[in-house]
Nanobody, 117 residues
């Protein structure tokens, strides 16, 4: 069974930085496309960033382009989300997502990020 364990997050002032990590169990990590989503109170979950299985390509929501960087270390079965120049509107619960196929996908437990103004 695949498990995603997230770490990082917390409270930061606007303009600050945080790094989220997501460690994935299992031996097939390098086959997964990975992504970070977030969900703010009263809003739907939205895609923040994604990365291909080999780490060669990334994509970002317009709202975080130039501020967030997603990366992965296949040797450590871990993905990261470096968040810089944080804004109050980045406040949300952030979720790590692993996708192998349309019917094989998994979620992390969620990590709260709070950005104060």
């Amino acid at each position: 069974q695949v498990q995603l364990v997230q770490s990082g997050g917390g409270l930061v002032q606007a303009g600050g930085s945080l790094r989220l990590s997501c460690a994935v169990s299992g031996r097939t990590f390098s086959m997964y496309r990975m992504a970070w989503f977030r969900q703010a109170p009263g809003k739907e979950r939205e895609l923040v960033a994604g990365i291909t299985s080999d780490g060669g390509r990334t994509n970002y929501a317009d709202s975080v382009k130039g501020r967030f960087t997603m990366s992965r270390d296949n040797a450590k079965n871990t993905v990261y989300l470096q968040m810089n120049s944080l804004k109050p509107e980045d406040t949300a619960v952030y979720y790590c997502n692993a996708v192998l196929s349309p019917v094989h996908y998994y979620w992390g437990q969620g990590t709260q990020v709070n950005v104060s103004s």
